[in-house]
């Protein structure tokens, strides 16, 4: 449909997660019929988005400085670190507004068969942290799932070593095999406040 | 979460037709993960639709040139026009390949309710075509919708002066109530191949 760059936009809007050809289409045709009100909006917004985002060397959130906000935030406990798996969880906590401490996004979790291993998690600024001894609890966050169990429990082997360090992990009211960035924020505050000894 | 230009992304995202909050939230993270492959093309693609989207004059299709390339195809036939509601139409017969002659896109329906009159519809390049004794056949399709009905009727009104011009609507193959552009190319063919005098 239309010409090269029309054709383009539509095959590039259905890359997107949870896309078609269809929905790709539709998104496409309502940027188009009205380019300086929607589309280059959007485009600006995807540009200076895209020149902004850096990755906090500290705790892996996205955020628009290094280390990001919560990591400098003078409100915030940074002696209470939350594992979850990706940037989606951790929004989903703040969201939420049920953790005061800081945060460790993990990037992934554990799976052999995905051919994800240690070594492509994100864990080496956690343990920079309890080694300068700046960490007394560590709340693993990670989803119900089979890959979620793996790491926690290669996790808890990890942060064995480290003494006077409380490791607790949220309470399973999330629903068995469901992510943690997709539950309600009574649900969440429930799994963080339910929290026991790992 | 995240800086100024990270909300803005989302907020902009989430104006998109058939996005909320979450769908927003989750579209930004996957453009953000990997800004080098994911976000920076696409907002390339989207500065570049935008820099070459063009209206046709002629029919009112969306393309990269005007006229577009459909209304200066010289295998099609310019006597015989299939009248659309939006550009969405267009592209979905265009799809099911039903149609060998011109469109003319009249950007909505009439209604009354939503404060739409036979001024904000596109109809005038049709009536030139017929002034200029260039068009022998129009195919109403509009959507099997109140508004569709009440448009067809006022178009139907409008050129029974052009005398010679056969006015044809497609068949009610449609679902009542149902757009045109989520039909199946199969409904499309039928609807389009038993058309019926107006
Ligand atoms: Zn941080
Ligand atoms: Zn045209």
Redesign the interface.
Known sequence: ??????E??IR??G????FGPR?A?????????D?QA??????R?????????KTCSTCG?????DP??ICTDPLRDPGVVCVVE???DL?AL??AGVHRGVYQVLGGTLSPLAGIGPEDLNVGPLLERLEQGSVREVILALGATVEGATTMHWLMDKLAFYEGVTVSRVAQGMPVGGALDVLDDGTLAAALGARRPA
């Open positions: 449909m239309g010409g090269h760059e029309i383009q936009l590039l809007l890359r997107l997660p949870g929905s289409r539709r998104i496409a045709l309502f940027l188009l019929r380019p929607r589309l280059v909006p959007l485009a917004a995807l540009e200076r988005a895209g020149e902004a985002i959130n996205l955020d628009t400085v990001c906000h990706t940037v989606g929004w703040e969201r």
